[in-house]
Nanobody, 125 residues
Framework: QVQLAESGGGFVQPGGSLRLSCAASGFTFSTAAMSWFRQSPGKERELVARITSVDGSTNTADSVKGRFTISRDNAKKTVYLQMNSLKPEDTAVYYC??????????????????WGQGTQVTVSS
């Protein structure tokens, strides 16, 4: 059974930092692309950052570029999101996502997306 467990959210003042963690189980973590999304009230869920499985390359949303860093530890089956210089507009529920690609018996590749339960981040003075 696939499980993604986020932790590290909380309340922080503007300019502060938080580090989110997502511990994964139930699939081959090292072969999965991992991402962080966020969703604030009344808005659609948006991609914050992604890290590949192949070479660990990353990409981040323009809104957080230079402030947020995604990383992964395959030995610990954990993905992190280091968030610095937090702003009130970063307030949201942050979700961990795993994209797992499997090859079917017919040789086709099929992707599965898994989500964690989310962790609240609130940035306010």
């Amino acid at each position: 059974q696939v499980q993604l467990a986020e932790s590290g959210g909380g309340f922080v003042q503007p300019g502060g930092s938080l580090r989110l963690s997502c511990a994964a189980s139930g699939f081959t973590f090292s072969t999965a692309a991992m991402s962080w999304f966020r969703q604030s009230p009344g808005k659609e869920r948006e991609l914050v950052a992604r890290i590949t499985s192949v070479d660990g390359s990353t990409n981040t949303a323009d809104s957080v570029k230079g402030r947020f860093t995604i990383s992964r530890d395959n030995a610990k089956k954990t993905v992190y999101l280091q968030m610095n210089s937090l702003k009130p507009e970063d307030t949201a529920v942050y979700y961990c996502n795993a994209k797992v690609v499997v090859t079917t018996p017919l040789g086709k590749k099929q992707a599965y997306n898994y989500w964690g339960q989310g962790t609240q981040v609130t940035v306010s003075s």
